[in-house]
């Protein structure tokens, strides 16, 4: 049973507030539940746009994980970086990112990268882009599975472009990218019967592609609800991003799933502006706001919390006449949505064996490193 204080810092009064804080143990067991959870590491894709960290990333490099995706020229730029072998920019460049994506490839030659399309003008832009730098650029065929932002609807419009990409000069087609987020019902027979249609179109529009006499395609697919499925697939390569640490919204949503939360925010009390009344160091800068206010952060130590409001700077929280909190206690924060939380730091602070004995940087979390 998991240690219910596994989130206090012995010397938690060295961190200034508000503060993300990863903890190195709890990532490493996610790193190794993650292989236990495929028969086939080499069929494992992590998104790193839940950690943006170089360090996190190096981990998974150390740990046998060679294939990354990614959403930003910066999370690709940080791949490089780290010397991952394998990198899917899983977005479709326009304007200058196809100039930043030309002087990525050429920094950093030790890494294969690819990115997505879904139409006719994105081909052509790509292949004169690759022509004129005198590369191969490998694509993928971005599809519309349910999500309904990016790719084309699977069918023989589908298959047509794919061929058309194929033939195009200076592009080398390495098969169809499927991301279904719409899918995360928490019922995992639920999830599975949706998932289940978008299988069957992805097994077929991959034999439809070798009938029709070009190579077998990969298919990168999913995310973290619906990666059990596909992990049982042999013929998929897998893309979970938040297994990495976890949050309180996945916690609670996907039971299945045994990964351990791996990251808090730490906040202190600023103000007791009423006796029931607790006002926080915790505004929109430094925790997910996407969600209602309900919904944005679970406190380990203060599971009870009504939230009344927060502000850029502030959270109000309704505790109870008989809190007993103090002005400078420490709440450690289980956030609702890691990824965006992620975001909003420069630097996570690193605790072994409820300590902080390190400080690793989110290095991707801007727009551009260097490219």
């Given at each position: 049973m998991e240690e219910k204080t596994w989130y206090t810092i012995k010397n938690v009064a060295q961190l200034d507030s508000p503060a993300l804080v990863f903890y190195a143990d709890r990532i490493a067991e996610n790193i190794k539940r993650l292989k236990q959870s495929i028969k086939d590491i080499s069929r494992l894709r992590p998104h790193v746009k839940t950690h943006k960290s170089a360090a996190v990333t190096s981990l998974m490099i150390n740990a046998g994980i060679t294939k990354f995706k990614c959403a930003t020229i910066a999370e690709a730029e940080m791949l490089g970086i780290c010397k991952a072998p394998d990198v899917l920019l899983a977005y479709q460049l326009t304007g200058p990112k196809i100039d930043r994506f030309i002087k990525l490839i050429r920094s950093y030659p030790e890494t294969q990268f690819s990115c997505l399309f879904d139409n006719e003008i994105s081909i052509a832009e790509y292949s004169a882009a690759a022509i004129a730098a005198g590369?191969?650029?490998?694509?993928?065929?971005?599809?519309?599975?349910?999500?309904?932002?990016?790719?084309?609807?699977?069918?023989?419009?589908?298959?047509?472009?794919?061929?058309?990409?194929?033939?195009?000069?200076?592009?080398?087609?390495?098969?169809?990218?499927?991301?279904?987020?719409h899918i995360h019902d928490a019922s995992y027979d639920v999830r599975k019967e949706k998932w289940l249609p978008i299988w069957n179109i992805l097994s077929q529009i991959s034999k439809q592609v070798v009938t029709s006499g070009m190579p077998q395609p990969v298919i990168i697919a999913g995310g973290t609800p619906t990666f059990p499925f596909y992990a049982g697939e042999e013929s998929v390569e897998c893309s979970p991003g938040t297994f990495i640490l976890w949050d309180k919204g996945y916690q609670d949503a996907f039971t299945e799933q045994s990964y351990l939360t791996g990251a808090v925010v730490i906040t202190r009390v600023i103000s007791l502006t009423q006796d029931n009344l607790v006002s926080l160091d915790l505004g929109h800068k430094s925790i997910a706001a996407e969600n209602e206010l309900r919904r944005r952060v679970f406190f380990l130590n203060a599971p009870d919390a009504v939230f009344v409001s927060q502000s850029e700077e502030h959270l109000v929280l309704d505790l109870g006449t008989k809190h007993g909190f103090s002005i400078g206690d420490v709440l450690y924060g289980l956030p609702i949505h890691i990824c965006p939380t992620v975001a909003l730091y420069n630097n996570a602070s690193i605790a072994y064996n409820q300590e902080i004995k390190d400080e690793w940087e989110i290095t991707s979390r801007t727009r551009k490193i260097t490219i």
């Amino acid at each position: 049973m998991e240690e219910k204080t596994w989130y206090t810092i012995k010397n938690v009064a060295q961190l200034d507030s508000p503060a993300l804080v990863f903890y190195a143990d709890r990532i490493a067991e996610n790193i190794k539940r993650l292989k236990q959870s495929i028969k086939d590491i080499s069929r494992l894709r992590p998104h790193v746009k839940t950690h943006k960290s170089a360090a996190v990333t190096s981990l998974m490099i150390n740990a046998g994980i060679t294939k990354f995706k990614c959403a930003t020229i910066a999370e690709a730029e940080m791949l490089g970086i780290c010397k991952a072998p394998d990198v899917l920019l899983a977005y479709q460049l326009t304007g200058p990112k196809i100039d930043r994506f030309i002087k990525l490839i050429r920094s950093y030659p030790e890494t294969q990268f690819s990115c997505l399309f879904d139409n006719e003008i994105s081909i052509a832009e790509y292949s004169a882009a690759a022509i004129a730098a005198g590369l191969e650029l490998s694509v993928f065929a971005d599809l519309n599975v349910g999500m309904n932002r990016t790719g084309i609807l699977p069918g023989e419009a589908c298959l047509a472009l794919y061929k058309t990409a194929s033939d195009t000069p200076g592009l080398i087609v390495k098969g169809f990218h499927a991301y279904d987020g719409h899918i995360h019902d928490a019922s995992y027979d639920v999830r599975k019967e949706k998932w289940l249609p978008i299988w069957n179109i992805l097994s077929q529009i991959s034999k439809q592609v070798v009938t029709s006499g070009m190579p077998q395609p990969v298919i990168i697919a999913g995310g973290t609800p619906t990666f059990p499925f596909y992990a049982g697939e042999e013929s998929v390569e897998c893309s979970p991003g938040t297994f990495i640490l976890w949050d309180k919204g996945y916690q609670d949503a996907f039971t299945e799933q045994s990964y351990l939360t791996g990251a808090v925010v730490i906040t202190r009390v600023i103000s007791l502006t009423q006796d029931n009344l607790v006002s926080l160091d915790l505004g929109h800068k430094s925790i997910a706001a996407e969600n209602e206010l309900r919904r944005r952060v679970f406190f380990l130590n203060a599971p009870d919390a009504v939230f009344v409001s927060q502000s850029e700077e502030h959270l109000v929280l309704d505790l109870g006449t008989k809190h007993g909190f103090s002005i400078g206690d420490v709440l450690y924060g289980l956030p609702i949505h890691i990824c965006p939380t992620v975001a909003l730091y420069n630097n996570a602070s690193i605790a072994y064996n409820q300590e902080i004995k390190d400080e690793w940087e989110i290095t991707s979390r801007t727009r551009k490193i260097t490219i």
